[in-house]
């Protein structure tokens, strides 16, 4: 027993370093300066350090421009496709009507097509609907993208939840939205935290739509931006490394503040029997 847990934490480890590496190449090169990044010393541990490629990244022109476009985008389609996602999955999972599994399996399906697949009747469409250059659309996008995506996880965490939850509270006066609002909502917290951040992380990483309905500057997101310090005269790579850094903090921050609730087996023992 003690050696297949070693076994198991050694192999823990190495994944975990496999997977942390390229973030932890990120933020060293970050602060490296130009003379450390264009050598071919491969050193681990930055000898000299420096700020000056923050600097370049946090003044680069649009930064916070791009920076708010794509909270706004992202937030307000990931909030969007929770709450649609929600219902769809509320009825998919307590209902039983004619067709339900051809809708999910489309569902599934919708969810499985890649968006370059997308692109060219997506842009054919926002044209002929004088829709380009706005960011509205590019929410209305993700929110198109992600919506499969939470549906078909919150359909899985809805199943969890025993029907027979609702039923006792039914039993006890609550109507039907009363028994889901104080039973089942907040057992969903979990799920839909979960579901929330890899929507949010779908959203907040897209490039190609971004890049292709968003002509205008001012418009652009933060994985446009950031593709700005690729020039014709080279490519500024402290400045790309510690731009991707300032990228990443948002997500990071989000996922910190509601990494708490991303627990499971919270309807453990809820109903006896």
């Given at each position: 027993m003690i050696a297949k847990k070693v076994t198991a934490?050694?192999?823990?480890?190495?994944?975990?370093?496999?997977?942390?590496?390229?973030?932890?190449?990120?933020?060293?090169?970050?602060?490296?300066?130009?003379?450390?990044?264009i050598s071919t010393d491969y050193d681990l541990i930055p000898l000299s350090i420096t700020?000056?490629?923050?600097?370049?990244?946090w003044t680069k022109p649009g930064f916070l421009t791009a920076l708010g476009n794509s909270l706004l985008v992202s937030l307000t389609a990931?909030?969007?496709?929770?709450?649609?996602?929600?219902?769809?999955?509320?009825a998919l999972s307590r209902l039983r009507f004619r067709g339900r599994k051809g809708f999910?399996?489309?569902?599934?399906?919708?969810?499985?097509?890649?968006?370059?697949?997308?692109?060219?009747?997506?842009?054919?469409?926002?044209?002929?609907?004088?829709l380009l250059d706005r960011l509205p659309s590019l929410?209305?996008?993700?929110?198109a993208v992600t919506l499969p995506f939470c549906a078909w996880t919150l359909r899985g965490f809805v199943n969890g939840i025993p029907m027979e939850l609702e039923e006792a509270a039914m039993v006890d006066g609550c109507s039907r939205w009363q028994a889901f609002r104080r039973v089942t909502l907040p057992l969903l917290g979990p799920g839909l935290v979960a579901t929330s951040v890899f929507a949010f992380v779908t959203a907040w990483n897209?490039?190609?739509?971004?890049?292709s309905l968003m002509k205008d500057q001012t418009k652009e997101t933060l994985p446009v931006w950031?593709?700005?310090?690729?020039t014709n005269f080279g490519t500024d790579w402290g400045g790309a490394m510690a731009a991707s850094a300032?990228?990443?903090?948002?997500?990071?921050?989000?996922?910190?503040?509601?990494?708490?609730k991303m627990v499971s087996g919270v309807t453990a023992g809820a109903v006896k029997g």
């Open positions: 934490n050694v192999v823990a480890v190495v994944i975990a370093i496999f997977f942390a590496f390229p973030t932890y190449w990120m933020l060293t090169s970050a602060l490296k300066p130009r003379s450390g990044l700020g000056t490629n923050f600097s370049t990244a990931v909030l969007a496709a929770i709450v649609v996602g929600l219902l769809a999955a509320l999910v399996l489309m569902m599934l399906i919708a969810q499985m097509a890649p968006f370059e697949a997308l692109l060219i009747p997506v842009f054919l469409m926002m044209r002929d609907l004088d929410s209305l996008i993700y929110f897209e490039f190609l739509f971004a890049l950031l593709s700005g310090f690729q300032l990228f990443t903090l948002p997500v990071l921050v989000f996922f910190l503040i509601v990494q708490r």
